[in-house]
């Protein structure tokens, strides 16, 4: 063997060692993708522009906790760039146990972009009852079900009007403030309460947020771009008495 090619000890195994194939192609090199053509479009850019706005970061407040009650109030601060200079409003996703200030007297709110109060409306997609006209089978009604759970997931969208006041251009950036109320939610949250022998509740009494089915729940507790090409940073401040704790996933501050 030359003197050269010796194989040492600390380096052998029991592994055999095979000649490879003389017509054995070799590895083809994936070289890194290159700058875009002049005159092409950049994949990144119609990424970014595919939507008339996106945000950046979401602040959340959680207050005024009341587990015997399921509620909480939330308040929350959007950074959102602005990509269509002809924008009028903003779409949010938020779920109808989650109330605004005009639809909930008990407590003070507001909705404001840039800090001027605006004008919101809810929207939300009509749902009729199964239809007379298609057989009563279980296959109709599984198609019936299936179709009302694709029409909830844009259900109850939150319109902010675009003051006039504010002048757009494209890539600016403004700040969506909301405050709103969460009062016995359905979904999103699911609450434990148990109670002692004199009707007061147990220390082991708690709630949590989940994911419903396959599509994210967190409209459902707070207002928000409830969708996957939509995402933001959020930083989430919770605000509880001492009897009680909050247990959380993330960068904790």
């Known amino acids: 063997m030359d003197a050269n090619n010796q194989?040492?000890?600390?380096?052998?195994?029991?592994?055999?060692?095979?000649?490879?194939?003389?017509?054995?192609?070799?590895?083809?090199?994936?070289?890194?993708?290159?700058?875009?053509?002049?005159?092409a479009r950049d994949p990144a850019v119609d990424y970014i522009t595919s939507k008339p706005y996106r945000p950046s970061t979401q602040r959340i407040i959680i207050d005024n906790v009341d587990i015997k009650n399921k509620s909480f109030t939330v308040s929350t601060d959007i950074s959102v760039f602005l990509l269509d200079p002809t924008l009028t409003e903003i779409r949010l996703?938020?779920?109808?146990?989650?109330?605004?200030?005009k639809e909930d007297s008990s407590f003070e709110g507001k909705v404001t972009i840039n800090g001027i109060e605006v004008e919101y409306e809810r929207t939300n997609i009509a749902i009729s009852g199964f239809p007379e006209n298609l057989p009563k089978s279980l296959e109709n009604f599984q198609n019936f079900i299936e179709d009302i759970e694709?029409?909830?997931?844009?259900?109850?969208?939150?319109?902010?009007?675009?003051?006039?006041s504010i002048e757009i251009k494209q890539g600016q950036r403004i700040m969506l403030h909301i405050d709103t109320k969460v009062v016995n939610p359905k979904k999103g949250i699911h609450y434990v309460l148990n109670c002692t022998s004199e009707g007061e509740l147990d220390q082991s009494s708690h709630f949590y947020t989940y994911k419903a089915s396959f599509e994210s729940s967190t409209h459902e507790w707070v207002p928000c771009f409830d969708n996957f090409n939509m995402l933001a940073v959020f930083?989430?401040?919770?605000?509880?008495?001492?009897?009680?704790?909050?247990?959380?996933?993330g960068e904790h501050t």
């Open 150 to 164: 694709a029409k909830r997931r844009y259900e109850y969208k939150l319109v902010l009007k675009i003051p006039s």
């Open 7 to 39: 194989i040492h000890p600390s380096t052998m195994s029991d592994t055999p060692i095979l000649p490879l194939p003389q017509n054995q192609e070799q590895p083809k090199e994936i070289g890194l993708p290159g700058p875009v053509p002049a005159g």
């Open 93 to 101: 996703n938020l779920g109808q146990y989650c109330l605004l200030p």
């Open 235 to 249: 930083d989430i401040i919770i605000k509880l008495p001492d009897t009680l704790a909050a247990v959380a996933s």
